[in-house]
């Protein structure tokens, strides 16, 4: 069959995409690509947000590729451009048949099938949406045979039921997965900053033990992490190196050094087949020692990703982070010792927090002083456990699924409202990256530049508004 997979058109405008400077590829949508190549199906993949494709060019990239089905990945703030997308597709293409999957249709998968989509592929994609697309083919949208396809919902056209098969294990041998369909993305387009950068974005495991009230991971991934064999993963790695120069690597994994077996056995293999590169990933504080950040960094680790989220442990023991501040206090005392780099995460708005504990939170992540910080507020995602509490207490005051990006709030607290979040935000990031101290370092160490479009906002946002005090103050007056 003829198989397209995409991502939705005019999503590049979003929040996610805008301010990151980031462009990655879409590996979900190429693994699952890859799966269906090996099947003997045509598939080829619109990277929307990368290209910057906006609708009336999407729906005329379809129609020329004149697909049998058309699978979109969508992610909660991303899932109303998904739903036009598709309306506009099916007033072209009547007879396409459609299929929803990612983070957001898992969840909300009568909302996709209540906005034109004709199948929900569940969680893990690769081997559900094979079991699909060769069920189309032989039998075409019959209810009877789709019933046996694990892991979907449909609509049944004969009577409207919603209909939910049996769940689908998920995949426990990843390495029987053929690599991502990386030609069939727009390799040469992949940025950060803003900038072309040679590198390698490359997953290792999924799933995560933890389940945090507030994040989709562990109940899409499942609560079981697997992990691909070092051989596997240097195996693609070197390839990336040779076929698209990629000599840094990004894992998008939620926590690599849960398994250090596998990050000792991967850096062997990489120094064996002499590959000069340089990466960086996620970690948790309570799964590093100092040794073991020495042999990171001593390895190529450019740097590291730590998920503090709160100055409080009452708030870290209640959203189920399952570490103690102490073992972050110690962690970036090391990466200071060692010389290496790291980023830390934090997150403000928790509800039961007052907007003093979200000011403490910011200076724990001064006195941490990570080399970069990431402040996001509290977003309650669809299929995670937030989601039910926000819903139970009545805290979301913003259902516009595009504002899910962690950037907007979209949720008041017990204490405070949405546009007070919002304030504090900006706070946290000017009172964290305008701090002279900071601003020294990043110019020493060259980075600056690399920082400069995002610095440069929060710069002149910051004079606007100490030149408006004045003028604030008279109106009053």
């Known amino acids: 069959m003829r198989v397209l997979l995409t991502l939705p058109p005019g999503i590049h405008r979003l929040e996610i995409y805008r301010i990151a400077g980031m462009k990655a590829p879409p590996l979900g ?33 379809v129609k020329s590729f004149n697909p049998d089905v058309v699978g979109i990945s969508m992610l909660t703030p991303t899932a109303p451009r998904g739903y036009k997308a598709v309306k506009m597709l099916k007033e072209e293409m009547p007879d396409v048949i459609t299929i929803a999957g990612g983070h957001h249709p898992s969840a909300m998968w009568k909302e996709a099938l209540s906005n034109g989509f004709d199948v929900v592929v569940f969680r893990e994609g690769e081997y559900t949406t094979r079991d699909l697309i060769a069920t189309l083919e032989e ?46 993305l727009p390799m040469e387009k992949y940025t950060l900053f803003n900038k072309p950068i040679q590198v390698a974005h490359v997953m290792a495991s999924r799933g995560c033990p933890y389940g945090c009230i507030y994040c989709s991971t562990s109940y899409f ?71 073991f950040m020495k042999f990171l960094y001593d390895n190529g680790c450019a740097i590291l990703y730590f998920g503090v989220e709160s100055a409080s442990q009452d708030t870290i023991d209640k959203i189920g982070k399952k570490i103690k501040i102490e073992q972050a206090i110690r962690v970036f005392r090391w990466k200071k010792e060692l010389g290496g780099a790291a980023m830390g995460s934090f997150i403000l708005g928790f509800p039961w927090e007052t907007l003093d504990d979200m000011k403490r939170t910011v200076e724990f992540a001064i006195k941490l002083d990570p080399d970069y910080a990431q402040f996001t507020a509290l977003t309650p995602y669809p299929g995670t456990p937030l989601f039910e509490y926000a819903k139970k207490y009545n805290l979301i005051v913003d259902w516009n699924w595009e504002h899910y990006t962690t950037v907007r709030p979209v949720m008041r607290g017990f204490t405070w409202t949405a546009k007070e979040l919002g304030a504090m935000i900006k706070y946290a990031y000017r009172r964290f990256f305008l701090r002279p101290s900071f601003l020294w370092r990043e110019l020493k160490s060259g980075r600056l530049k690399d920082m400069g479009a995002i610095l440069a906002r929060e710069i002149l946002a910051y004079f606007r508004d100490v030149m408006a005090r004045p003028l604030r103050w008279m109106t009053r007056r």
Do not use: M
């Open 29 to 61: 949508l190429a693994w699952i690509a890859a799966v269906l190549e090996r099947e003997g199906h045509k598939v080829k993949i619109i990277d929307s947000p990368t290209l910057e494709i906006e609708p009336e060019e999407w729906l005329h990239e």
């Open 221 to 291: 991934w499942g609560r079981r992490i697997r992990f691909r064999s070092a051989k596997n993963v240097a195996d693609e790695v070197e390839y990336l190196y040779n076929k698209y120069k990629a000599k840094y690597v990004v894992f998008a994994d939620d926590e690599l050094v849960v398994n250090r077996r596998f990050v000792r056995e991967w850096v062997k293999e990489i120094k064996d087949r002499g590959l000069d590169i340089e990466f960086a990933c996620g970690a948790r504080v309570d799964h590093v020692n100092k040794e």
């Open 139 to 184: 039998r075409g949208f019959d209810p009877e045979a789709l019933r046996e396809v694990a892991g979907i919902a449909f609509k049944d056209p004969r009577d409207g039921r919603f209909i939910v098969t049996k769940p689908r294990p998920l995949i426990q041998n990843l390495d029987e997965l053929p690599w991502p369909a990386r030609h069939l």
